[in-house]
């Protein structure tokens, strides 16, 4: 009966700990980079402080020419005397996912901006592109505190277009 208990106990122990909101994430910077103007020129990214520990994502960016074939490189980094892979690492055909929704860590990505952005419709992207006061950081899986990277290159037509990089701190407060 004892064990019993004791494994009740320690299964809610560990339920409470992922499922717990007690957990702390701020973006400490954001770098955009465009390998080619003539396709996509940024008017900014930055993000603005509002407080210590909350700071929001603004990038505004303009395509100058249609957009129809696109694919995204995520890689997620952590960092570990320098930044080292880590968790996630693939390439996703952008104009599918935004038909079908079919990749569950891209699923998590678009959740959190889709209300904020105007990438919400499939190809083709042209035209002003922005992500206004993203600051809500909702990571739905538990991982170990510390600083990560976001790596995000954007390739058109098999070349590698622009890059965004979000570095960002995880605390799980326990």
């Not at 407080?51 to 696109?70: G, H, M, Q, Y």
């Not at 419709?121 to 922005?130: A, E, K």
């Not at 960002?168 to 326990?174: A, K, L, P, R, S």
Request: glycine share 2%; proline share 4%.
């Amino acid at each position: 009966m004892d064990s019993k208990l004791f494994f009740l106990g320690a299964f809610i122990t560990v339920a409470f700990l992922v499922c717990s909101d007690s957990y702390f994430v701020k973006m400490t910077n954001v770098v955009c980079k465009s390998y080619n103007e003539s396709w996509v020129v940024f008017h900014y990214c930055r993000l603005k402080a509002y407080s210590r520990n909350k700071t929001s994502l603004n990038v505004n960016a303009t395509f100058v020419e249609p957009a129809n074939n696109i694919f995204v490189r995520v890689r997620f980094l952590k960092k570990a005397s320098g930044y080292k892979p880590f968790l996630v690492d693939f390439k996703l055909d952008a104009c599918e996912f935004m038909r079908k929704r079919n990749n569950p860590v891209a699923i998590i990505i678009h959740n959190m901006i889709k209300d904020i952005s105007t990438v919400n419709h499939t190809c083709p992207y042209v035209g002003l592109q922005t992500v206004s006061d993203f600051y809500e950081l909702r990571i739905p899986v538990p991982l170990p505190s510390g600083d990560y990277l976001l790596l995000i290159d954007w390739i058109f037509d098999a070349k590698t277009q622009f890059a965004t990089n979000v570095y960002f701190t995880f605390v799980e407060d326990f």
